[in-house]
């Protein structure tokens, strides 16, 4: 089994950043690619960032673009993610998640482990 714990959530105020980290453990070697998502209260859980680790290539949803960044250390044991300029609707817990596949997907099913999220509040 592989476990996944986020970090560095916290209460900012817009325009600041917050930079987001996930621990992977176990069987990481299983793992081939990383994604992060969030959800906020009263909303569906949305796609935020992937990357694989074949390649290493990253990317993010449109509404992040610009100002998020996903990034991996070079073991399969941390993921990263940068968020730059934060809005108010940027709150949301942000949940890290793991998957088998090598494809970096935005859609969650693709993902077979999570993590147990990590709360970002911006305010205004």
């Known amino acids: 089994q592989v476990q996944l714990v986020e970090a560095g959530g916290g209460l900012v105020q817009a325009g600041d950043f917050l930079r987001l980290f996930c621990a992977a453990s176990?069987?990481?070697?299983?793992?081939?690619?990383m994604g992060w998502f969030r959800q906020a209260p009263g909303k569906e859980r949305e796609f935020v960032a992937a990357?694989?680790?074949?390649?290493?290539?990253?990317y993010g949803a449109d509404s992040v673009k610009g100002r998020f960044t996903i990034s991996r250390g070079d073991a399969k044991n941390a993921v990263y993610l940068q968020m730059n300029k934060l809005k108010p609707e940027d709150t949301a817990v942000y949940y890290c998640?793991?998957?088998?596949?090598?494809?970096?997907?935005?859609?969650?099913?693709?993902?077979?482990?999570w993590g147990q999220g990590t709360q970002v509040t911006v305010s205004s």
């Open positions: 998640a793991g998957s088998k596949k090598v494809i970096a997907s935005s859609q969650d099913d693709m993902y077979d482990y």
């Open positions: 176990g069987r990481t070697f299983i793992l081939n690619s």
């Open positions: 990357i694989s680790w074949i390649g290493g290539t990253g």
